[in-house]
């Protein structure tokens, strides 16, 4: 964290010592700047090909279909596709995209990476693109979202 004042200082020494009280100060303090930082990394999520990312998702997961099942069932292709639509309606294509390349870079790098973690360990699009390597459809894992 930048430290611009005597007061952040102090908020910063607070914070490392595990006092909530200055963690609920510096996030009211600094949210505006978070939140277009993160808005701006989310919306520039860069794309070799002239495609939207929700394009460039689904054909990861069509891909991943072929993949990780060969012939994929009409169950697996249904859950696909309504997984997609859940995902593009609520705003998470980006996010999704960022997860996927936080993971393969760690995979890449031999760094351990866990199943994942809540509903998103049932996401059928995330076992496609290689966000995590638990079948959803083989243990019968819900998508909520």
Known sequence: MKQNSELDKKLY???MNGDEESFNSIVVKYRSTLVSFVYKIIN???IAEDISHYDY?????????????????????ERLNYELD????MG?????????DFIRFAK????PVGPGRGSGAGSLVAFLVGITDVDPMK???LFLR
């Open 44 to 46: 520039d999520f860069d």
């Open 139 to 141: 243990f019968d894992l």
């Open 13 to 15: 020494i607070k914070f």
């Open 108 to 111: 890449e790098n031999n760094i």
């Open 57 to 77: 998702l689904k054909r990861m997961c069509n891909d991943g279909l072929k993949r990780r099942y060969g012939t994929p069932s009409d169950e697996a292709i």
């Open 86 to 89: 859940v995902i593009e309606k």
């Open 92 to 100: 998470y294509v980006t996010y999704y995209l960022i997860v996927y």
